[in-house]
Nanobody, 116 residues
Framework: DVQLQASGGGLMQTGGSLRLSCVVSGISFDTYNIGWFRQAPGKGREGLSCISKEGGSHYANAVRGRFTISRDNAKNTVSLQMNSLEPEDTAVYYC??????????WGQGTQVTVSS
């Protein structure tokens, strides 16, 4: 079975940092692009960042300069370092594995809550 296990969420004050991890099993990890998404209450799912199988990274404007994505192919893990957290970052965070043209897996989410 394919599993994407996200962890590292929690409660943090404004300006704090959290590091999310996504451990992937059941697929050839180094052939997949991995992304992080979030969904706030009452809103749609929002793409935040992705890292290609070659290691190239991309960020949404909302998180560029505050969040950093990285991957460790030896550990089948992608991390998202989140700094300068804001209340607007409160959401459930999900990781996603994609291999073109049509293979796509989602993990369960991890809750991030930022208090003002």
């Amino acid at each position: 079975d394919v599993q994407l296990q996200a962890s590292g969420g929690g409660l943090m004050q404004t300006g704090g940092s959290l590091r999310l991890s996504c451990v992937v099993s059941g697929i050839s990890f180094d052939t997949y692009n991995i992304g992080w998404f979030r969904q706030a209450p009452g809103k749609g799912r929002e793409g935040l960042s992705c890292i290609s199988k070659e290691g190239g990274s991309h960020y949404a404007n909302a998180v560029r300069g505050r969040f950093t994505i990285s991957r460790d192919n030896a550990k089948n893990t992608v991390s998202l370092q989140m700094n300068s957290l804001e209340p607007e970052d409160t959401a459930v965070y999900y990781c996603n594995a994609v291999r073109f043209p049509a293979t796509n897996f989602w993990g369960q989410g991890t809750q991030v809550t930022v208090s003002s």
